[in-house]
């Protein structure tokens, strides 16, 4: 938009300059390099996984399996019982992902579109609490779980989603303060109650952002390790990351092709998640990452 | 006066109403900060003067545990280990994402796949992208000692030598550092053109529009991921559990890692919330000498 017709001819006359060649060759080759390098990881990950076992181990490596075999595919679900994992976590990940829909609007919006006296000094408090690692609440929270008896439920994993989460207040919250407060106003004149404004107006102009915040926690509960890890002792339970890390720990390297297999089922979903949404997904992390 | 007095009675029921529904809104989270906030956090310090197991009777020590975890040469091996993760891998990651974003804001065709490879690795879980990085890390068979192989270098044997599994641990860490790129790139999408052709106007050469415009531009960024870095880094545990246990040889014990070893493992929940007291500490302080040293050199547009 900034090239005007004289200044794209400048550019065209520019682009032929050796030295503007030769930096571009640059520029394209470091891109390219580095390509290969984030790039050959995933390709190791799912060739090992459909290749035959003898051709895991050749060497030299072969780069283009000579048959595709889904036996690895097979061995990850007899193995382990990588079905039930799964089911499990999509279980948990469900339960959290409408408990911080729920309760982060409604706190963002007491934050943002209510106009009242801790409004402020609350939100600040939320912004704060993002300070404490989560290793000094662990053991505290650990016990008041042990407590309730909850050990080996998905309760410790799940309920405190329905309590809202700092990160999520503030993503929230600057979102809804960009919706015109008059819109509000004009509600409430027609006598709509503070309950209707929210659910009828705020949370539908919202949609974008709760779908951030439902994408994140979705993938925040697939990917959780140390909740499974401290609260879940019964196989059965297991979520796909506890049950992932555990395979890996009991086999070691023996059972390669089940581990890749295993390991691409489990990334799956987040690349699917993210090729779906990646326009969210993008501004969620720009939007969250500085500005606002 | 009546009609005053009753428009008056009518705002301040009206600025109750407004309090109560505040305060009905946020009511969870208000939970969430006395339940799973301030009272684990008091708890916290409580019972790290105690000798609490969950198990077993538990009382009151004073500052025992403090005493101890000095005296601790895990505690300083934990230390080490991840200062020295932090050290190396923070500003090497920091470097290639932003020297990826410089590239990539240079008019690139094909922005958006590069962009997508680049980013792509750092939202993987965590866990199977240890799993991943064990096979890559195999002394005989894994990718990168055979890539290497080909540059005529004998790889070391990664995860099982307690020199190298270290730098295994940033090695697989960086290839989750392309997050920070599209941080990065927002912020150099935003940097103001007129600026750069007003420089160029001026005869400002490459490196001096780079030095003069790019970075203090950039700096509120980079001094962004600096700190979240270096508070996610203390807190490095899942690789370290995945990838190598600790081992070998306690080598890639992180802090969190010899914490949860004390709280979980030994049932020594006192001295893990001692411990988890200290990084809590460190934590603070090291961000707020992040703040002085940094900070005051951070450029911040329009302020």
Known sequence: MRLTLAGSTALTRRHLRPAFLLERCIIYTILTGFSLLFSVPFYWLITTSIKIPDEIFAYPIV?????????????????????????????????????????????????????????????????????????????????????????????????????????????????????????????????????????????????????????????????????????LNNKDLYTIAIGLAMFRNEYGLREIGPLMAASTIMILPVIVLFFLTQRTFIQGITLTGLKG | MIQVSALRLRISRRRLECELWGLLFTSLGILHLIWLTAYPVLASLYYSFTSYSVIGRWRWIGLQNYERLFQDPEFYNAIYNTL????????????????????????????????????????????????????????????LNIALQLLGIVGPNWLADPAWAKPALIVMGLWGAGGS????????????????DAAMVDGAGRWAKFRYITIPFMSPYLFFSLVTGLIGGFQAFTSAYVLTFGGPVRSTVTYVFYLWENGFSYLKMGYACALAWVLFVVIVVFTLITFHLVGPRVYYAGR
């Open chain 1, 63 to 231: 780069w283009v399996p000579s048959t595709i075999t889904l036996e690895h595919y097979i061995g990850a679900f007899t193995i382990v019982p990588l079905a039930r994992y799964i089911a499990n976590t999509m279980i948990i990940a469900i339960a959290t992902v409408i408990g911080a829909v729920l309760s982060n609007a409604l706190i963002a919006y007491g934050l943002a579109r209510i106009n009242w006296s801790l409004a402020k000094p609350l939100f600040a408090i939320f912004l704060a609490t993002m300070m404490v690692p989560g290793a000094v609440t662990m053991i505290p929270v650990y016990i008041i779980f042990k407590t309730l008896g909850w050990l080996d439920t998905y309760l410790p994993l799940t309920v405190p989603s329905y309590f809202g989460a700092a990160f999520f207040i503030f993503l929230l919250r600057q979102f809804f303060l960009t919706i015109p407060l008059e819109l509000s106003d004009a509600a409430r004149i027609d006598g709509a109650s503070e309950l209707q404004i929210f659910s009828q107006i705020v949370l539908p102009l919202s949609k974008p952002a709760l779908a951030t915040l439902a994408l994140f926690q979705f993938i925040g509960s697939w990917e959780n390790f140390i909740g499974p890890l401290i609260y």
């Open chain 2, 84 to 143: 020295y993760l932090i050290v190396l891998g923070l500003p090497i990651g920091i470097f290639a994402s932003f020297l990826l974003a410089i590239l990539l804001n240079q008019r690139v065709r094909g922005l958006s796949v590069y962009r997508t490879l680049f980013y792509l690795p750092s939202i993987l879980p965590a866990v199977a992208t240890a799993v991943l990085w064990t096979w890559i890390f195999h002394p005989t068979h894994g990718l």
């Open chain 2, 181 to 196: 790129t599209l941080v990065f790139l927002a912020g150099l999408q935003d940097v103001p053109q007129e600026l750069y």
